[in-house]
Every structure is written in structure tokens, then in C-alpha cells.
């Protein structure tokens, strides 16, 4: 079993950043990916970035150039940090991680998840 621990979110002002952290605990994996998602009220829960065991990482197109994924395999952390805040960026942000096959960008694709952090921007 994998325990995934969101933190880091908060009230901001447009334009501000944040930096989002996810904490893994119990079993461990070396391969498949670490994923970003958000779902704010009323709306789906959808992809924000997702980075694989071996580096590379993916990003929705909304947050492309703005947020960055990054991950400390020794310190079991992964990272996503948010620059130029838009406040269509509000949202409760969870953490989720897969072993591998399938897509990053579906939900559906990853087996665990964190109990999200609520982020709120305001304009």
C-alpha cells in the first residue's frame, strides 16, 4: 500500500506562487509516474502534470510554462510548483501515483491517491 500526504496549498493573490508537496509512504516502486490533478466545484477532476520514474514529465496545456514538476526519489517527495496563479487555477490539487502502463493523463489510470490540498486564487 502507498499513503500519499498533500501540502502546501493556500489563499493567494493572482499572480502569486505556490509550491505544492506530496509526501509517499509504504510500498515503493521503481517505475510507472507521479501525477498532479485538480478538481474544482462542479467540474471533473482533470490532469495538471505528471512526472515518470525515469524524468520525464507531462503538463496540461493550461498550466504549460507556469507549473513545474519535480520529484526527490530519496526523500520519497514530489513537487509541483506554481507560478503566475490565475484564479481559474482554484482548486482542491491531489497527488496520485501509478505503476506503470496505460496514460498519465487519465485519473482512472492511477491507483493511489492523496486526500488534496485546497488552493485558492483570487483576482
Known amino acids: 500500500q502507498v499513503q500519499l500526504v498533500e501540502s502546501g496549498g493556500g489563499l493567494v493573490q493572482s499572480g502569486a506562487s505556490l509550491r505544492l508537496s506530496c509526501a509517499s509512504s509504504?510500498?515503493?516502486?521503481?517505475?510507472?509516474?507521479m501525477g498532479w490533478f485538480r478538481q474544482a466545484p462542479g467540474k471533473e477532476r482533470e490532469f495538471v502534470a505528471a512526472?515518470?520514474?525515469?524524468?520525464?514529465?507531462l503538463y496540461a496545456d493550461s498550466v504549460l510554462g507556469r507549473f513545474t514538476i519535480s520529484r526527490d526519489n530519496a526523500k520519497n517527495m514530489v513537487y509541483l510548483q506554481m507560478n503566475s496563479l490565475k484564479p481559474e487555477d482554484t482548486a482542491v490539487y491531489y497527488c496520485?501515483?501509478?505503476?506503470?502502463?496505460?496514460?498519465?493523463?487519465?485519473?482512472?489510470?492511477?491507483?493511489?491517491w492523496g486526500q488534496g490540498t485546497q488552493v485558492t486564487v483570487s483576482s
Open positions: 512526472i515518470r520514474w525515469s524524468g520525464g514529465s
Open positions: 496520485a501515483a501509478r505503476r506503470g502502463g496505460g496514460s498519465d493523463y487519465y485519473p482512472t489510470q492511477y491507483e493511489y
Open positions: 509504504g510500498r515503493t516502486f521503481s517505475s510507472g509516474s
